[in-house]
């Protein structure tokens, strides 16, 4: 019987959507960047430990250590199949001095236990899957309670018009398309549904490939929540545009956002 041969598959098949995601949307290298900088600014030296909360694949935790010799991180995320894809992907190409300084949690970022640290991250807007006020709540105050006399959380947020309405937005990257689809959103609860799909030159399709079920939370609740939680400062870090209203690689403290249709932001919340 003749094999199946490989190139009949289509791209879609081929890839890999962890990649694809890594390669999309995150971008750890300049986030830690922002950490480190933002945090010796605040506190006058430099973190040396991080908990990655909702890492999926731990893509920060491991750049984390390879930025300082004795920088250790905890990443921490319920998912088994993501862990263990980050475990051969991220981890698996650190050095062996490397590896000793990053852990591996399964676990919901709402009961782990860690050591205390000087920086937690929840990036890309994951902790919006805690709906409930309460819900948030408790997981802030864990947070709070998990950093070190001096540590800081970060977080981001997005908002403005375009993100209270369902649309698709649609960036080309190097060999794919990649497409943040706001499906559903409802304007009584601020709860959204959005996926990530991703389109390739032989017109195959990865449909679906992250689905995400949100509550849109403002910048003003998350600064009271925080606060509630036991946070003593709160800053905003808002992205600014350039003058062809393009945004830039470049983030400003301020609470004074113009009407923009969309602002994203790093919160960063002292304890
Ligand atoms: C959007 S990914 C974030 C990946 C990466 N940290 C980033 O910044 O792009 C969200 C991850 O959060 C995880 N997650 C969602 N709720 C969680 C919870 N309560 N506890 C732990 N992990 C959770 C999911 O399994 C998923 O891998």
Redesign the pocket.
Known sequence: MAKKKNKKKTMAQRADRHAL?QES??DSEF?LDFVQDTYKDIRGHKPVTLR??????A??ACVWTKRGKDNEAWA????EE?LEWGRKHNYDKLKAKQQERVHFLQ????T?VTPQVDVV?A????YW??KQRADLLAYLKSVHSTLKDDGIMFLDAFGGSEAHTTQVEKHKLDGFNYLWDQNKYNPLTQEMQCYIHFRFPDKSKLDKA?S?SWRLWGGQEIDDLLIEAGFSKVRFFVQLFDDDGDAMDEFEETRDVTDHECWIAYIVAEK
């Not at 990655?52 to 694949?57: L, N, Q, S």
């Not at 921490?76 to 998912?79: E, G, K, N, R």
């Open positions: 995601y949307v995150q986030e990655e909360d909702f890492a999926g694949t893509r920060s921490v995320d319920f998912d993501v676990s919901d970022v709402r782990v991250l990036f890309n807007f994951s899957i805690l992250f995400y």
